[in-house]
């Protein structure tokens, strides 16, 4: 069956600050993980990538974190502005087979840049 | 939104029709995408289609159907037989590579009245 998720967990933060957004993943054939912000009434917006053979990996004022051994991924942004306001996804896939190119997306954390 | 547009950004059906989403792309991709959002909810995906003239259906195909004739379109039509359309609808692509980057297009709004 759907599974429902109301409520979306939230991220609040002061602007300035930096802030953490986390993600557990459940297939360890995963091997292939980005980070997407979605602005309200918008498509998602790619923000930054990563692949099974790196644990972290730098972009503009972000940094994702993979930890393959607890299947978790973790989106850090500095110095957070109000603009960063925005639901924020990952999502994996894994090469091959019938999953080849296929997303799975995560349900989303709200974040909310309080000036 | 690079280079991916979607038509109509709102659209309002009655009950019984079908209605179709355009999706098209300039991006020179090969593979294309639709999922449907919910509110709080992440996205499913409802067709893929890796090459022309091939799509295979996603985790909730029922109720939709699609068309590849050409490699920059990708139409989703909403049958009748989806009971609860009412959704924003986002079509994506990308170069069709295993590990690939999907990139989004700004969504349709679709409402049942």
């Known amino acids: 069956g759907e599974s429902v998720g109301l409520h979306l967990p939230t991220l609040s933060v002061q602007e300035g600050d930096n802030s953490i957004i986390n993600c557990a993943y459940s297939n360890s054939a995963s091997d292939y993980f980005i980070w997407y912000k979605q602005e309200s009434g918008k498509g998602p917006q790619f923000i930054i990538d990563?692949?099974?053979?790196?644990d972290k990996r730098q972009g503009q004022r972000v940094t994702v974190l993979l930890n393959k051994t607890v299947k978790h991924l973790s989106l850090q942004i500095a110095a957070t502005q109000p603009g960063d306001s925005a639901v924020y996804f990952c999502?994996?896939?894994?090469?091959?087979?019938?999953?080849?190119?296929?997303?799975?997306f995560g349900q989303g954390t709200i974040l909310t840049v309080h000036p | 939104d690079g280079g991916i547009t979607q038509s109509p950004k709102y659209l309002f059906r009655k009950e019984g029709q079908n209605v179709t989403l355009s999706c098209e792309q300039n991006?020179?991709?090969?593979?294309m995408y639709w999922y449907r959002q919910d509110p709080g909810q992440g996205l499913r995906l409802i067709y893929y289609s890796q090459i022309v003239n091939d799509f295979q259906k996603g985790d909730i195909a029922e109720g939709y159907s699609v068309s590849r004739e050409k490699k920059e379109s990708f139409p989703l039509t909403v049958t009748s037989a989806q009971k609860n359309p009412t959704a924003f609808y986002l079509c994506?692509?990308?170069?069709?590579?295993?590990?690939?980057?999907?990139?989004f297009g700004p969504g349709t709004r679709l409402t049942v009245l």
């Open positions: 999502a994996e896939t894994s090469a091959g087979g019938t999953s080849y190119g296929k997303l799975t």
């Open positions: 994506a692509s990308s170069m069709g590579q295993s590990r690939d980057t999907q990139y």
């Open positions: 991006l020179n991709h090969d593979a």
């Open positions: 990563i692949r099974s053979n790196m």
